[in-house]
């Protein structure tokens, strides 16, 4: 008996381990041959195909090795805040007061409430003060306070690198932002030997500007523009020369403290409507018994569109900061955000356990997954909620149509056939997502290449080229 038992163990796993391995033929042999190039003697690739209509795995290799995935990190903030906030969760921002309104006179303080909008634009702003002013406000005797205790003090991402400062990619993080939390200075050159010429986007006296500029008629230093990040000041610092044939140009770095910067924006606008306001600008909670003067929203389904197709870093850490508030209460914090996506790991049969969660974006290197987690989750919005499902897929960028994607696999049979999340940073490429089948079957893809050296268009090159064959592919 115990013979036939130990025969019929050794049969099953025998069999299991024939048909883990039981890949597509075609597949296969095109991935093995990828193998092959050069570039990947010294580098990494992870590969998971999933065939959704059929329900069945078509090919993986090395699809449980961690890998960091980049902004592919933001497949498992977006799918966590579908699953976990819903489509029509809004992102609020909002004014009080504490005080009375009377003779068209506020007495009391102002308070702006953030509520994690990542894409609140000085059009917003300016339609904040119109309500403002149509509530009847002409004059503010008091302070105008910043309300950002939702969320706990920490402005950057675990893992960030101090030495990316001031890049618009890494923004100051806080629930009230404007404008990504960043700034944009337009220049051009000014006549020979004189400064170059710059203007300050929207215009304000918020900066101070330390001009050292010079204009050439042939530039011998690098130009740039910066800001005074290794103290963690907001002073814009333009240096270096400027050929005097340049065209004009725009470049956009962050800011430290964007919840200041907005009341100062803010301010700056009450006053150009005739609103008097003499009070300082600070940050504070807003009592519990304010009046509520206005609340500007917006839907989680547009903030994802964003997110995902620009691959934008301040979207994704606002919308993880918004799950946590949602789910487990005030101050939101990153580490609340990442208990929601875990559990949702979870319920797609893996253990959170098995990978490291630092942040929603991907900036951070901390970061470790698996390209089987990432086919897991895309799986799973596929076969559990439709709605879900096209909202996620239509938020990716399209190939060869828009966002990240737009320039890549055009005068393909890819063209236009994959809705896929990409992720870049140096040594690092990832892409994720959905595409079609030649005959119209749904698959679910996920391709990491990571530890190479220099551009990664070989590595894109790679996940085009996978992408273009599964098109191709009658299975």
Not at 21 to 47: G, R, T
Not at 190 to 198: A, D, Q, S, T
Not at 297 to 313: H, M, P
Not at 379 to 395: A, G, I
Request: proline share 2%; charged share 25%.
């Amino acid at each position: 008996m115990k013979k036939n038992t130990e025969f019929l163990f050794a049969f099953l796993f025998f069999s299991t381990s024939i048909f883990a391995q039981n890949f597509n033929k075609q597949i296969e042999d095109e991935i093995n041959e990828i193998y092959k190039d050069d570039f990947l003697k010294s580098s990494m690739l992870a590969v998971s195909i999933y065939d959704l209509t059929d329900n069945k795995i078509l090919f993986q290799k090395n699809e449980k090795l961690l890998l960091t995935p980049a902004s592919n990190m933001k497949i498992l903030t977006t799918t966590t805040a579908l699953e976990f906030l819903g489509t029509d969760y809004s992102f609020q921002t909002s004014v009080f007061h504490n005080g009375i309104v009377m003779d068209s006179i506020c007495y009391g303080d102002i308070y702006v409430k953030g509520g994690f909008d990542p894409d609140f634009t000085t059009d917003d702003l300016d339609s904040l003060v119109l309500k403002i002013v149509n509530y009847g406000i002409k004059e503010i005797r008091g302070n105008i306070y910043g309300d950002v205790s939702n969320m706990d003090s920490l402005f950057w991402g675990s893992g960030w690198m101090w030495d990316d400062d001031p890049s618009s990619d890494f923004p100051y993080l806080t629930p009230l932002i404007i404008n990504d939390a960043c700034v944009q200075i337009e220049y051009e050159p000014g006549e020979i030997n004189k400064e170059v010429n710059y203007k300050i986007i929207p215009e304000t006296n918020y900066f101070d500007v330390l001009n050292n500029s010079i204009t050439k008629e042939n530039a011998t230093e690098d130009f740039e523009i910066t800001r005074d990040w290794q103290s963690r000041g907001n002073e814009i610092l333009i240096k270096g020369s400027l050929s005097s044939n340049s065209k004009k140009d725009t470049v956009k770095i962050n800011i430290v403290n964007p919840e200041l910067y907005f009341l100062y924006l803010l301010k700056e606008k009450l006053e150009k409507q005739n609103v008097e306001f003499l009070g300082k600008l600070d940050t504070a909670t807003a009592p519990q018994f304010a009046k509520l003067i206005y609340t500007r929203e917006r839907k989680l389904k547009d903030v994802i569109v964003n997110l995902n197709k620009e691959s934008d870093n301040l979207s994704a850490e606002m919308t993880l900061r918004a799950i946590a508030l949602k789910n487990l209460g005030n101050p939101a914090s990153a580490q609340n955000g990442i208990k929601i996506i875990d559990s949702l790991i979870n319920k797609t049969g893996l253990n959170s356990n098995d990978y490291v969660l630092a942040d929603g974006s991907g900036i951070s290197r901390y970061n470790l997954i698996t390209t089987e987690l990432l086919v897991d989750l895309l799986k799973y919005m596929f076969q559990n909620s439709t709605d879900n499902y096209e909202v996620l897929k239509n938020s990716f960028p399209l190939s060869g149509v828009d966002g990240t994607l737009s320039s890549r696999m055009k005068d393909t049979k890819a063209y236009k056939n994959v809705n896929a999340k990409t992720g870049t940073l140096s040594g690092v490429s990832s892409l994720s997502g959905y595409l079609k089948s030649a005959n119209s079957h749904d698959i679910t893809f996920s391709i990491m290449i990571q530890n190479f050296i220099g551009s990664s268009k070989k590595a894109r090159n790679i996940q085009d080229r996978i992408c273009t064959f599964l098109s191709e592919l009658s299975l």
